[in-house]
């Protein structure tokens, strides 16, 4: 018996809801904000038949629009369109200038007043990529808003770069590559720190220089000397696992590979630091994003120092295949090496 009632009750709502809407039809607008520094293009749809009644305002709809950034008006630039949309609709779309960057952007929808009773705006602003867009409800009485762009915190934008660096590492095959070469040879997990380590803080210097704009090389020089970086390593790897005396040749390679480690990480520091700046690097926490990428390189790079350690001790036990698979690994980091240079050359 309940379920009967409440069946009814939900039959007269829907024909409750029905005869409202064929009394009073529900009219809606939309508005796209998109801020991009100075700038915010404007992007409004409407139903044609709400602009029937109103030739001219289809293109007057944006000059009755307010726009005010920090407290002063944002100036409507020329170039206005207005295009048809399917579905009987209309397309309007401009753009407007404010006197510095916005982070607040306060807008007043005068064209509401002419429009039929009960209209609708709803309006959908956004702060450039990253941030959720923010939404607003606006009608004749109500016919103005404020957004503000929302600052993330200090701990959000350091994960955010902890995430991007292990990324980093991750999916740049050359430092990748650049890493592996490296361990080849083998040693104590005391020596394979320290080179990791040399590596680390020489990469930590350049990063920084960069990414500050104390002094950053152009990546038409960066790109292949990191290839070319691999391809040395690979090298001195085949040089060492030559021959008969192949143990004492690696352990003079492994005596000053730190130094090798060192000299090529400031090289690819500075290739670190051309993806971070196409990251867009705030300038706002710098020293946090800049600490939180390079810790992500970091972890990345002890991730893969903690994978390789148990597979070279595991081969280590039978030194001849050991040899074979360092020989192997090294002539594939070479050869992509060669490959990386010369098509890094070409493209300059």
Request: one cysteine or more.
């Amino acid at each position: 018996m309940r379920a009967i009632r409440l069946r009814e009750l939900l039959g007269l709502a829907l024909l409750l809801l029905a005869a409202r809407a064929s009394a009073h039809p529900l009219r809606l607008s939309y508005a796209d904000y998109d801020v991009r520094g100075d700038s915010v293009s404007v992007r409004l749809r409407f139903a044609a038949a709400d602009l029937a009644g109103e030739p001219d305002l289809a293109r007057a709809t944006l000059e009755q629009i307010s726009l005010r950034a920090a407290g002063e008006p944002c100036a409507l630039s020329p170039g206005r369109s207005v295009a048809a949309e399917e579905q009987d609709g209309v397309e309007i779309r401009g753009m407007f200038r404010c006197a510095r960057p916005v982070s607040q952007l306060e807008v007043q929808l005068d064209f509401l007043a002419a429009l039929p009773a009960g209209h609708t705006e709803l309006s959908r602003i956004s702060f450039g990529d990253g941030e959720a867009p923010l939404e607003r409800v606006s009608q004749a009485g109500a016919a103005s808003f404020t957004a503000q762009a929302q600052r993330p915190s200090a701990a959000a934008t350091a994960l955010r770069f902890l995430r991007l660096g292990v990324e980093h590492i991750f999916t740049g095959a050359d430092h990748l590559a650049f890493i592996l070469g490296l361990l080849l040879l083998g040693g104590t997990l005391r020596a394979l720190i320290g080179i990791v380590s040399a590596f680390t803080l020489a990469h930590s210097l350049t990063l920084a220089l960069a990414a500050l704009g104390l002094w950053a090389p152009p990546a038409r020089i960066i790109e292949p000397l990191i290839a070319l970086s691999i391809v040395l390593v690979a090298a001195e790897n085949l040089s060492a696992l030559r021959g008969a005396a192949s143990r004492d040749r690696g352990d003079q390679a492994l005596r000053h590979r730190w130094a090798l480690a060192f000299a090529f990480g400031l090289i690819h520091g500075f290739g670190f630091a051309s993806a971070l700046r196409e990251m867009d690097l705030p300038r706002a926490g710098l020293a946090t994003s800049l600490v939180s990428f390079n810790l992500g390189v970091e972890l990345g790079q002890l991730a893969i120092l903690l994978c390789c350690v148990p597979a070279l001790r595991a081969l280590g036990r039978s030194p001849r295949l050991y040899r074979v698979c360092a020989v192997a690994l090294s002539w594939l980091i070479g050869l992509a090496g060669l490959a990386w240079l010369f098509q890094r050359i070409a493209a300059r």
